[in-house]
């Protein structure tokens, strides 16, 4: 299921000629797998990452993250630099043309192995599987290591060997695995000894495009605050994370996301800290600790799910029949979810939560991500793109499989027939309207128990605020038949 023809060429430890690491989603030097690689092979690195502008625009990168990963690349830069190996940046106009870049790269620096970390997504194969052929025309090898995952992908499987489609098996295979094969943190590497290209590589200037800068003090990206978001997660948060984790108004989650998408951190890192302060957790399902690590393997469960199926990062439902299902287009909906003025406050703040800082609270993507597929029957696309277009942490597999998930198009979907009711989702999980007063700023003053229905208050009209822009009851109803409907045209 991983790319054989990549995983063939790994490495054997021998020393041999000028290698090149290839940063892609893995910003990181501890517990770098590719970078541990090369370094043990040659003494003469050199480091790349090759920025695509054009492609991140195309694609509706959020400008947050893009300003994220040049703000880390500063940080990867000087960490490498410490370790005598130079980072070049190398930008082209189209994903397409990565390849290229990377071959002319290794050609004009005489290198003799290239290493990266894989990516699942069905793109980024492509693209390696072409340089593998590139660079093999030029007798260079080209290692791709499974990384991102703590297990890799294709070694938790069912009895019969096929991939699981439902999250509650595979996390239990998942544990049989991890208790067999406790895979290690690769420590830092050490410093190499003359680098060669030292000499001739010259500082690249970073990358040209620039954004908004994001709320850097909010998602710093230098490495003694990374550890210390994880370490004082685990030490201070994680024993009550299943108590906490669906408040949005309380701080209760770790807010690693954005490291974990461009590799800030690993997964095994989140692992080892967990374990370190929590070394029973595996075998106490009930605890905060087991919960957190509970989402960490469904990190690995929708990674594990695009390498299964590509189709999943080609635009595809899982389920095949959820393509008759009849969407609706709506422009004036789809920008009223998009700006939060749906009359919905918990929606309605979590969107402004969205757009304001490039993240959002879990519970609230499920909430959100119900309320456009259900209750608006927007087609989850379109909330795929904007979460895309918005979010810090935006990563394919995740985004992807939490949209089909609350779409119920996906493997582990949600059942069609099952709708969040975004009032009660409110008052549930926002009881007093805390979290809504923090992003709605019109709904400050309104009183607690108007708060999830303002339009029922009777100074609601003094409030610059819309009324609810549909009637959950009726959508619901209207989301049931229409699903049930592309159902029976099988
Ligand atoms: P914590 O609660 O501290 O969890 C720790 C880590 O586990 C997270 O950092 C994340 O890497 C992983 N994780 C947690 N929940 C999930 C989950 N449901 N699915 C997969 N991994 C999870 N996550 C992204 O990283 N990028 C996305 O683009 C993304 N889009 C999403 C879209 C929708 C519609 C939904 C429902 C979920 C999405 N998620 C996404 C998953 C989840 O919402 C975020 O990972 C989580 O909110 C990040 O906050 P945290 O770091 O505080 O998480």
Redesign the pocket.
């Known amino acids: 299921m991983v790319n054989q023809s990549l995983e063939k060429k790994e490495t054997s430890d021998t020393p041999e000629g000028a290698s090149l690491i290839w940063f892609r989603s893995d910003l990181r030097v501890v517990d770098n797998t590719a970078l541990a690689a090369a370094t043990r092979c040659s003494n003469n690195v050199l480091a790349a990452f090759i920025s695509t502008p054009m492609q991140w625009h195309e694609h509706n990168v959020a400008p947050m993250k893009v300003d994220f990963i040049r703000r880390r690349l500063d940080v990867l830069r000087e960490q490498l630099a410490e370790l005598s190996i130079p980072l070049v940046v190398v930008e082209v106009d189209d994903f397409d043309r990565e390849a290229q870049a990377i071959a002319d790269l290794a050609v004009s620096h005489n290198i003799s192995h290239v290493f990266c970390n894989q990516q699942y997504e069905w793109n980024e194969r492509q693209r390696d599987e072409l340089t593998a052929g590139l660079l093999d025309i030029h007798n260079i090898r080209f290692s791709a290591f499974d990384d991102d995952c703590i297990i890799t992908p294709g070694k938790v499987l069912t009895r019969n060997g096929q991939p699981f489609k439902v999250f509650t098996p595979f996390r239990r295979e998942w544990l049989e695995v991890y208790r067999f094969e406790v895979p290690s943190v690769h420590p830092k590497p050490e410093k190499q000894q003359a680098n060669g290209f030292m000499l001739d590589v010259q500082p690249e200037p970073m990358m040209s495009f620039t954004y908004p800068v994001a709320d850097s003090v909010h998602w710093p990206v230098d490495e003694e605050a990374i550890k210390q978001r994880l370490h004082m997660f685990c030490e201070e948060k994680a024993a009550l994370y299943h108590q906490q984790?669906d408040i949005p108004a309380i701080d209760g989650?770790?807010?690693?996301?954005p490291y974990?998408?461009i590799g800030a951190l690993s997964a095994r890192q989140c692992m080892a800290a967990l374990l370190a302060e929590f070394p029973q957790c595996l075998d106490d399902s009930k605890s905060g600790a087991f919960c957190?690590l509970n989402?960490?393997i469904?990190?690995e469960f929708?990674r594990h799910l695009i390498v299964a199926w590509p189709k999943l990062s080609r635009d595809q439902p899982f389920l095949g029949w959820t393509r008759n299902v009849v969407w609706q287009k709506s422009d004036s909906m789809l920008n009223a979810w998009q700006q939060g003025r749906t009359g919905y406050p918990i929606v309605d703040a979590a969107m402004r939560q969205l757009r304001q800082t490039g993240w959002?609270?879990?519970r609230l993507?499920?909430i959100t991500?119900s309320f456009l597929t259900k209750d608006l029957l927007i087609h989850w696309q379109a909330g795929e793109q904007w979460?895309?277009s918005q979010?810090i942490?935006?990563?394919l597999a995740?985004?992807n499989?939490?949209?089909q998930?609350?779409a119920s198009t996906g493997t582990d979907a949600q059942p069609y027939f099952r709708v969040f009711n975004p009032t009660v989702q409110g008052e549930r999980f926002d009881p007093d309207g805390s979290f809504i007063r923090t992003w709605i700023h019109e709904l400050r003053d309104v009183p607690d128990k108007y708060i999830h229905q303002p339009f029922l208050w009777d100074k609601a009209e003094s409030l610059n605020y819309p009324k609810p822009i549909i009637d959950h009851k009726s959508a619901r109803l209207r989301a049931i038949e229409v699903f049930k409907s592309a159902k029976a045209l099988i």
Do not use: Q, V
């Open positions: 984790r989650t770790s807010c690693l996301s974990l998408s957190w989402e960490i469904w990190r929708y959002m609270h879990n993507r499920m991500a979460f895309m979010l942490d935006g990563d995740s985004n499989g939490g949209w998930w609350a």
